[in-house]
């Protein structure tokens, strides 16, 4: 069974423009996450969507976007980026359950200019 | 507040040897799961082990085990007969009650270097 896939792995953009990172869950799973990983701030939750619902959501501006389609597939999206948006951007998939264990994806690496 | 803290930035062990990396926790829900994960260099977080908190015994999983200390609020990860490829960050993450969602709040991390 495949794993998660997250695409791209690398993005380099500039301050004030806008990205989307697309997320892939392993087969099966409905339950896809978002998280933000930063040397400074470590591993932060971004949001979870279920069933193409966000049901969480993480303390963070309103520039940090997502939606999960009917596949299960989720896109996020920042807008207006800035120099502190870099990081690696980290998906995770999961199966409803007891102990919701999430797999996580290899990552996008987005550095801001 | 910190609800995950993993008190050792670094650690060092010698091949073969087992290692123990130090989770404490904090939490008012009765119910929540506990979760070591291994990040090496590449970026990808591989999931290693979970405990829940009404689990009677610690889990184990081929050479890793966590030793849970609920009183204690603790969920230490030990390693056995460590191996090289065991080098890398790792982090201990916390679930807590269904009203929270499926968020998973994560320590600041130990990274392990085995040597030969």
């Known amino acids: 069974k495949a794993g998660v896939t997250q695409t791209p792995r690398y993005l380099i953009k500039t301050r004030g423009q806008q990205v989307t990172l697309s997320c892939s869950p392993i087969?099966?799973?409905?339950?896809v996450s978002w998280y933000q990983q930063t040397p400074g701030q470590g591993l932060q939750f971004l949001f979870e969507y279920f069933s193409e619902t966000q049901r969480n959501k993480g303390n963070f501006p309103g520039r940090f976007s997502g939606r999960q389609f009917s596949n299960s597939r989720s896109e996020m999206n920042v807008s207006t980026l800035e120099l502190g948006d870099s990081a690696l951007y980290l998906c995770?998939?999961?199966?409803?359950?007891?102990?919701?264990?999430?797999?996580f994806g290899a990552g996008t690496r987005l550095s801001v200019l | 507040a910190q609800k995950i803290t993993q008190t050792q930035p670094g650690m060092f062990v010698q091949e073969k040897e087992a290692v123990t990396l130090d989770c404490t926790y904090d939490?008012?829900?009765?119910?929540?799961?506990l979760f070591w994960y291994k990040q090496p260099s590449s970026g990808e977080m591989i999931f290693l082990i979970y405990?829940?908190?009404?689990?009677?015994q610690n889990a184990t999983e081929g050479r890793y085990s966590l030793n849970f200390q609920k009183a204690r609020k603790s969920a230490n990860l030990v390693i056995s007969a460590s191996q090289l490829g065991d080098s890398a960050m790792y982090f201990c993450?916390?679930?807590?009650?269904?009203?929270?969602?499926?968020?998973?709040?994560f320590g600041k991390g130990t990274s392990l270097l085995v040597t030969p």
């Open positions: 993450a916390m679930r807590e009650g269904r009203d929270s969602g499926y968020a998973l709040n």
């Open positions: 405990q829940g908190s009404y689990d009677e």
């Open positions: 939490t008012s829900d009765q119910s929540y799961g």
């Open positions: 995770a998939s999961s199966l409803p359950g007891i102990k919701n264990i999430q797999y």
């Open positions: 087969s099966g799973h409905r339950s």
